[in-house]
Each structure stands twice: as structure tokens, then as C-alpha cells.
């Protein structure tokens, strides 16, 4: 069973940048997808960005396509969230989550393992 911890949230002006990391232990990283995904007061938790086993295919949702990018270092059991031109709107506290079956999948329901969550507060 994997952990995963979270790490690199905090207060941004919009227009600024952030760089979340997870650092996955327990499991063999390299065979899990891994998704980040975000939750705002009030709102369902929403999928931003998913990345396959091997880092060779992401997705982005269309409300960060551009500004945010996904990416992995199976070396250092960690993936990243790489994310740019911060609106308020990007406010949430953001997960990452991790999945072992044999497709990349980007419904929250079918992430088995999830970390605690990173606050992402940007002010305007």
C-alpha cells in the first residue's frame, strides 16, 4: 500500500506560481498512475492533471490547460504539479492520489490512495 504526502502549497498572488510535489512510500511508484486533484469550499473534488505509470501520457483539464503541468520522477517516487498564471479561482486544497489499474483513469472514485492535501490559496 502506498503513502503519499503532499507538499509545496501556500499563499500566491494571482499571476504567481507554485510547484506541488508528492512523494509516494510503501509501494513500487513506478506502477501506479498518479492524479492531482483539487477541492474548494463547497465544491466536489475535481480532477486536474493525471499522469500514466510511465510519465509518457498526461491530461489536463481544460481549466489549467496551459498553465499547469504534470510530471513524474520514478527515481524519486515523486510526482509533481508544476502550476503557473495562478488565478483566485485555482483556490482549493489539492491532492494527489494514486491508481494501479491498467488504465489511466480520471474519475476521483476510482483513486484508491490519496494523500492529505495541500492548501493553494490565490489572492487577487
Known amino acids: 500500500q502506498v503513502t503519499l504526502v503532499e507538499s509545496g502549497g501556500g499563499l500566491v498572488q494571482a499571476g504567481g506560481c507554485l510547484r506541488l510535489?508528492?512523494?509516494?512510500?510503501?509501494?513500487?511508484?513506478?506502477?501506479?498512475?498518479m492524479g492531482w486533484f483539487r477541492q474548494a469550499p463547497g465544491k466536489e473534488r475535481e480532477l486536474v492533471a493525471a499522469i500514466t505509470r510511465s510519465g509518457g501520457n498526461t491530461f489536463h483539464a481544460d481549466s489549467v490547460k496551459g498553465r499547469f503541468a504534470i510530471s513524474r520522477d520514478n527515481a524519486k517516487n515523486t510526482v509533481y504539479l508544476q502550476m503557473n498564471s495562478l488565478k483566485p479561482e485555482d483556490t482549493a486544497v489539492y491532492y494527489c492520489?494514486?491508481?494501479?489499474?491498467?488504465?489511466?483513469?480520471?474519475?476521483?472514485?476510482?483513486?484508491?490512495?490519496w494523500g492529505q492535501g495541500t492548501q493553494v490559496t490565490v489572492s487577487s
Open positions: 510535489s508528492c512523494a509516494a512510500s510503501g509501494g513500487t511508484f513506478s506502477s501506479y498512475h
Open positions: 492520489a494514486a491508481d494501479s489499474g491498467l488504465i489511466m483513469t480520471l474519475t476521483p472514485k476510482r483513486y484508491p490512495y
